[in-house]
């Protein structure tokens, strides 16, 4: 105790120290600076005067006789460089202020001569001779005596070059300044924007074709408005001409000429194809000249009872002729165009008719969400180099410390850590300084320190938290080069490196995708970044999701997308069938590819393409369709495993194994990444893996197969394993709030509906009989229940004895709760069925007064 006392005293009484000292040289500093700026040639000096003529005049420098000395004396000393001396004595103060260590190094103090010197001699190479009348040399006696003796062996242009290169190797003596880091720091910077630059033009690129297909379809639709109203007629001719013309006298004959014509188009050989473009000529010659009112549309379209009272319109009546600019072959809108349909729209509103659908059926007009319903990121927090340096020369002092020596050569910046590259000695194994983790992370205070070697570098990677994070918002990936340019629908916007790089994904790649985390780890965030990535790439035909969401609470923001080809599955048991029709689907599909004679699902949907194009439709004259990708995810795998483990695990392993070429893939995540949920069967089967926060190192060797999950940060911080490597990626995952994903169901779920396949989640049995077996319809099946909740256990003779019933009767109302999704099936040797949370939930609601 007595010690810690005495080290506190000390270290307060040396700051003390150091304030004083930091105070006395900031006034030196300001002292010097007033002599220097108010020199005056004409004041009295030891170096320009006599004794006898001190006293003759007053002395015009601020600081006085003192001022007028020691001004003089450095001006004809180093000349103009004296004026970088108060800065200099500043700068000491700073550091005083600061603690830091005030004696320099012999590399620093001879490159502070050599600065000086050099920088005298320029001043006197390139600068005027004299200043302030004549009296002080621009580089003082020292600048005149090096430029002298230099120009007399290497001319005026040799001793510039000289010196020059003299200046320059003084700046890096003194400071840490390296040519090679700020060549790579602003070749990082070039490329940052070079990214930027071309991020911004794929997005401005988008939006402009964005904006023509809308303007495009709003003109058909204007077009399809304008003729399907009613047409007005406005004579050319008098009241009196018009009275005396039939107009359905002369539709009736103008119709039968036009059909007659347009009858034999089909069989018509080139010279009767003349003969009716002449016909047609002559027919157009012959309306003009009867009469024919022109046509013209009101703004205000009659109703269909008021058509036959359009020919007592009067001339006077206003009339709008409507026209419409064609559109140009390359396929882009002219501006002008654009603006005006926007403005018509916004003068009037369009009538569609009530036959047309009001959503795509096929969805070819669907509108893919934009990246502005993503939130902007906030500007990027800075790391201070000196503070970085500091800690890279700590860590070299530490690593000596515990007989590990080596040196920092890189330090590279990221959002949330800075890696330290670290280059040991001959003679250190690898393994010594992976062994230094948490003592490093002892001493800098660290919250924790991942240590892994850099792939294609002889230097071992020191990964240590900044003190102020930055989070990674998932719009900066989004609208990422990387992510725009991927044609992958089922591309994933991970989030970006430790080196602030986008990072993304194609999960059509990987094929399957293993996901595991502690609770608040980030593993839900990540779910989510997943799914928004793809609703960003696919359209609803194109890609399907089953979701399988025990929990309630993960995935219930995206229900009733049309992308959803069941209802979110909440009852584990359904979850497990769910798998078991996926196996179906996969099967059935391998049928079909080879009945095509294709090898993957890109090649059947392609086939199909090339046979809508050719109008070979199937047996019912119908077109093709493609296959979707389907994407199972299930949010928490250890409730699966608990239900029925083997049948889950079989359904996922065969999956795993064969679902690829055909487009199913899945997605498992778990907060639980035992060797009992994630079986050594499974894990075989899932080569990319992605693993947030664990809380020790046998969970981070069960789902990556090494340690460093345990070391990492949380909140989205992760270990990717990409497929087909064993170099692990670690990754800061994108975050994406609520109200994010809110916007963009609201944006998908205004474009159509989910069209649900009960078959899913069905049994064969159900699908052949959707009775209820007897059990269920027993009148002591709620009572059944109580019992079974109560007791924490389901058996037959736990119902017998309760219930005072039979084993057959007992049997079936146990049948009943399986098939209903309140009790497991028994698995294997374990005597007890789980209970699972459903029947918790009913029995609640019955208590409430719901029916069970």
Not at 395 to 410: C, I, M, S
């Amino acid at each position: 105790m007595a010690i810690e006392v005495k080290e506190k005293i000390t270290l307060k009484t040396h700051s003390r120290r150091n304030e004083i000292a930091a105070i006395v040289l900031l006034a030196v500093a300001v002292l010097v600076f007033l002599c220097l700026v108010t020199y005056n040639p004409n004041d009295w000096s030891v170096i320009s005067h006599d004794w006898a003529s001190k006293g003759q005049q007053k002395t015009q420098n601020w600081i006085g006789t003192v001022g007028a000395n020691v001004a003089g004396l450095l001006f004809q000393a180093v000349g103009l460089s004296a004026l970088l001396l108060p800065f200099l004595i500043a700068l000491i103060a700073w550091k005083c202020f600061r603690s830091e260590n005030l004696y320099p190094s012999i590399n620093r103090a001879i490159g502070s001569v050599i600065f000086v010197i050099s920088l005298a001699g320029l001043l006197e190479t390139f600068g005027l001779s004299t200043y302030f009348d004549g009296s002080v040399r621009a580089g003082g006696i020292i600048g005149y005596s090096v430029e002298s003796f230099l120009a007399l062996l290497l001319s005026q242009i040799g001793a510039g070059i000289l010196l020059t290169a003299l200046l320059v190797t003084s700046v890096l003596l003194m400071t840490n300044f390296s040519f090679v880091a700020f060549f790579g720091t602003f070749s990082l910077a070039w490329e940052n924007f070079q990214t930027r630059l071309g991020e911004w033009f794929s997005g401005y690129r988008v939006w402009r074709e964005n904006r023509n297909r809308k303007a495009q379809a709003r003109l058909e639709r204007r077009r399809e408005t304008q003729n399907d109203k009613p047409i007005e007629k406005k004579s050319t001719v008098s009241t009196d001409a018009t009275a005396n013309v039939n107009p359905k006298e002369k539709t009736e004959s103008i119709g039968e000429k036009v059909s007659a014509i347009f009858k034999g188009l089909g069989n018509s050989s080139e010279s009767e194809l003349k003969q009716t473009s002449e016909d047609i000529k002559e027919l157009t010659t012959e309306t003009e000249t009867e009469t024919i009112p022109t046509i013209s549309v009101l703004k205000d379209s009659p109703k269909q009872t008021e058509i036959e009272q359009l020919d007592s319109v009067s001339d006077k009546e206003d009339v709008e002729e409507v026209t419409f600019t064609p559109i140009q072959e390359t396929g882009e809108l002219n501006d002008e165009i654009i603006k005006d349909l926007e403005e018509a729209d916004e003068a009037e509103e369009i009538e569609v008719p009530s036959a047309m659908p009001t959503k795509p059926q096929n969805f070819d007009e669907y509108i893919l969400p934009k990246s502005d319903f993503l939130n902007s990121p906030p500007p990027r927090i800075l790391i201070k180099e000196d503070e970085a340096r500091a800690l890279a020369k700590e860590l070299e002092e530490k690593t000596k410390e515990f007989n590990a020596t080596g040196r920092v050569v890189n330090i590279c910046p990221g959002p949330v850590v800075t890696t330290y590259e670290y280059k040991p000695d001959p003679g250190v194994k690898y393994s010594r300084i992976t062994g230094l983790a948490d003592d490093l992370c002892l001493a800098l205070k660290a919250e924790s320190i991942r240590i892994d070697r850099i792939p294609g570098k002889a230097f071992v990677g020191i990964e240590v938290p900044n003190r102020e994070r930055d989070t990674i918002y998932l719009r900066e990936v989004i609208e990422s080069k990387k992510f725009i340019e991927s044609k992958s629908l089922l591309t994933i916007a991970l989030g970006k490196t430790i080196d602030g790089l986008n990072y993304v994904a194609d999960l059509a790649k990987m094929p399957h995708l293993l996901i595991a985390g502690a609770t608040g780890a980030g593993k839900s965030v990540g779910v989510n970044t997943l799914v928004v990535s793809i609703l960003y790439k696919a359209k609803p035909d194109e890609v399907k999701f089953i979701m399988v969401d025990p929990k309630r609470l993960e995935l219930g923001l995206y229900a009733d997308i049309p992308h959803l080809a069941t209802p979110i599955i909440t009852d584990p048991k359904r979850a497990a069938i769910s798998l078991k029709w996926a196996v179906s689907e996969m099967e059935k599909r391998y049928k079909d590819l080879a009945g095509w004679g294709v090898r993957n699902i890109d090649g059947f949907n392609s086939e199909v393409e090339k046979r809508n194009a050719n109008e070979h439709f199937d047996d019912n004259g119908e077109v093709w369709k493609k296959l979707p990708y389907i994407i199972i995810i299930i949010d928490e795998l250890a409730d699966l495993m608990m239900v029925s483990s083997k049948e889950v695990e079989e359904s996922i392993t065969r999956l795993a194994q064969m679902a690829r070429a055909v487009g199913i893939h899945l997605v498992l995540a778990t907060q639980r990444p035992s060797v009992d949920v994630i079986t050594g069967l499974i894990k075989a089967n899932f080569p990319a893996r992605i693993s947030f926060r664990v809380s020790s190192k046998v969970d981070s060797r069960t789902i990556m197969d090494s340690n460093g999950a345990e070391s990492l940060l949380g909140k989205g911080d992760m270990l990717f394993l990409p497929p087909g490597t064993s170099q692990i990626v670690r990754v800061h995952g994108a975050f994406v709030d609520e109200k994010e994903i809110a916007k963009i169901v609201e944006h998908i779920k205004a474009q159509g509906k989910p069209e649900y396949d009960a078959t899913i989640t069905k049994t064969e049995e159900e699908m052949s009989d959707t009775d209820d077996l007897p059990g269920r319809r027993d009148m002591l099946f709620p009572d059944a229940l109580r019992t079974v909740v109560s007791n924490k256990s389901a058996s037959t003779s736990l119902l017998q004895r309760h219930l005072r019933i039979g084993y057959g009767r007992a049997a079936a109302i146990l049948d009943a709760m399986v098939r209903e999704g309140y009790i497991g099936e028994m698995d294997g040797s374990k005597r007890a069925r789980p209970i699972l949370q459903k029947a918790y939930n009913d029995l609640q609601e019955a208590e409430e007064g719901r029916e069970l």
